[in-house]
């Protein structure tokens, strides 16, 4: 099993510019969500989805949107991004609600 | 400020020697609690969780102790080697602002020394 992927590893985006990252999961779970990762923040979550079609708001939503159109995918999309975007977006999954999370590898996005 | 935290963000120990590594919580609904290791351009890696019902767990070469007297967690690693060297990361399971998942502490960075 490949667990959690994520693509593209690497990103550079001028302001304005939009993109989509791509999250999947093998492990046929339920739950999946996006974090960001900024020196000296932590881990803060973006969105989240509890199954198949559903999505919902977390910590930091704005300025991103996020889709579930199928279980094992999660997408990320940046309409407009804006250099406060700059950061690393960790993708997750988990089998039951809010517990043990399994983590991709991780996208590092520069927006200049 | 940050629910989830810890008293140091580096911890320097001896190759072989034994590592705490603390962290605080103030939500004394939270039910769940799991540490993290995180190491350079990698995702977080799931070490041992812990529910609120117990008070300590062993893995391999790790234990995580809960006292929930004073909302204190501690993940103990023994004879630490190199490979342990990584950022750990606690977190715990709580509504926080009607979202869902984790709440994570900004991590303590282990260093081991020869």
């Known amino acids: 099993n490949a667990g959690v992927t994520q693509t593209p590893k690497f990103r550079v985006l001028k302001t304005g510019q939009s993109m989509t990252l791509l999250c999947a999961q093998d492990?046929?779970?339920?739950?999946m969500y996006w974090y960001r990762q900024d020196p000296g923040m932590g881990l803060r979550l973006i969105h989240y989805?509890?199954?198949?079609?559903?999505?919902a708001k977390g910590e930091v939503p704005d300025g991103y949107n996020v889709s579930r159109l199928k279980k094992q995918n999660f997408l990320l999309g940046l309409e407009s991004a804006a250099p406060s975007q700059t950061s690393v977006y960790f993708c997750a999954s988990s089998r039951i609600r809010g517990y043990e999370q399994y983590f991709g590898p991780g996208t590092r996005l520069t927006v200049t | 400020g940050e629910s989830v935290g810890l008293h140091l963000p580096t911890l320097s120990v001896q190759e072989g020697d034994n590592s705490i590594i603390n962290c605080a919580y103030s939500n004394s609904a939270s039910d769940y609690f799991i540490w993290y290791k995180q190491e350079s351009g990698k995702g977080p890696q799931f070490i041992i969780d812990?529910?609120?019902?117990?008070d300590k767990r062993q893995g391999q070469r790790v234990t995580v102790l809960l006292n929930k007297t004073v909302k204190h967690l501690s993940l103990q690693i023994a004879a630490t080697q190199p490979g342990d060297s990584a950022v750990y990361f606690c977190a715990e399971n709580r509504k926080k602002g009607g979202a869902d998942g984790l709440t994570f502490g900004k991590g303590t960075h282990l260093i081991i020394q020869p």
């Open positions: 812990i529910r609120s019902n117990m």
């Open positions: 492990m046929n779970h339920e739950y």
């Open positions: 989805s509890v199954g198949e079609g559903t999505t």
